[in-house]
């Protein structure tokens, strides 16, 4: 079934973000032991979380240096309106958007915890892309 959807997912993404987004994704692949189907839609369902966070024009700096990040986003799974959503809106959204993004790991098969072994990863890579300025928005759009 995994080789299945990873065939899905390389004739299905075009093959420019497939080659963009594929650093990223080897290095969650390797580093923590996931697929890469679950390394693009857990880094996506980040980004998409830091995405509603951020001001439109910081969010484009972290875009900017992340190859593929639109295929990552679209990988994503959709985000549901469970309870830590439901919860989140009700305190003002930080919760629940993290909320949301444990929904949506556990929706990809992944433990709750996978979360914040995805965010290091991510947070460091993006920094080696962008400098520790770009990577201090992310960081501050997953708090």
Partial sequence: MRKLLFLIFLFAVP??????????VQLLSKTLGVTPEQAS???????????????????AKIAKV??????MLKSAPSAGGGLASSLGSM?????????VVTDQFKALGL????????????GK???????????????????
């Fill in 91 to 99: 305190v003002g959204g930080s919760v629940g958007g993290m909320g």
């Fill in 66 to 71: 992340v190859p593929g990040m639109d295929g």
């Fill in 15 to 24: 093959a420019g973000v497939q080659a963009q987004g594929a650093e990223l």
């Fill in 41 to 59: 839609a857990g880094a996506g369902a980040l980004f998409e979380l830091a995405k509603k966070t951020l001001k439109p024009e910081d969010f």
């Fill in 125 to 143: 890579y993006v920094e080696s892309k962008g400098g520790a300025a770009v990577a201090s928005l992310l960081a501050g759009a997953w708090k």
């Fill in 111 to 122: 433990s709750p915890e996978m979360v914040g072994k995805f965010m290091p990863v991510i």
